[in-house]
Nanobody
Framework: VQLMESGGGLVQPGGSLRLSCATS????????MSWFRRPPGKESEFVAG????????YYADSVKDRFTISRDSGKTTLFLQMDNLNPEDTAVYYC???????????????????WGRGTQVTVSS
């Protein structure tokens, strides 16, 4: 399994970015896919995730109604649409995958077996 993020960059407050996670070796119907982020000087935190079964999406309270997670099964690509960004969203964003998570593990970084290298998102004026 390989994951590669792209789409990060510098954006002004209130702006938008769309992150992509290209995958290989992943079948979306079998793998839970999530986005995490690591703000400067802080621990990794869950952002959003899509479960393998049913495709239901889950979000951190801090990004709900601003971020949208989606997946393109045909291209095996995971996306994170980020709108109305603010400086607190500045972080390195990672996509993660696992084929054996239960719901209670969704927001736990250590529960995921596969990670990308991350893409930097900086929100600043």
């Amino acid at each position: 399994v390989q994951l590669m993020e792209s789409g990060g960059g510098l954006v002004q407050p209130g702006g938008s970015l769309r992150l992509s996670c290209a995958t290989s070796g992943v079948t979306f119907r079998r793998y839970t896919m999530s986005w995490f982020r690591r703000p400067p000087g802080k621990e990794s935190e869950f952002v959003a995730g899509i479960r393998a079964s049913g495709g239901h999406a889950y979000y951190a309270d801090s990004v709900k109604d601003r971020f949208t997670i989606s997946r393109d099964s045909g291209k095996t690509t995971l996306f994170l649409q980020m709108d109305n960004l603010n400086p607190e969203d500045t972080a390195v964003y990672y996509c993660a995958a696992d084929s054996s998570l239960i719901l209670s593990q969704l927001r736990v970084p250590d529960a995921y077996d596969y990670w990308g290298r991350g893409t930097q998102v900086t929100v600043s004026s």
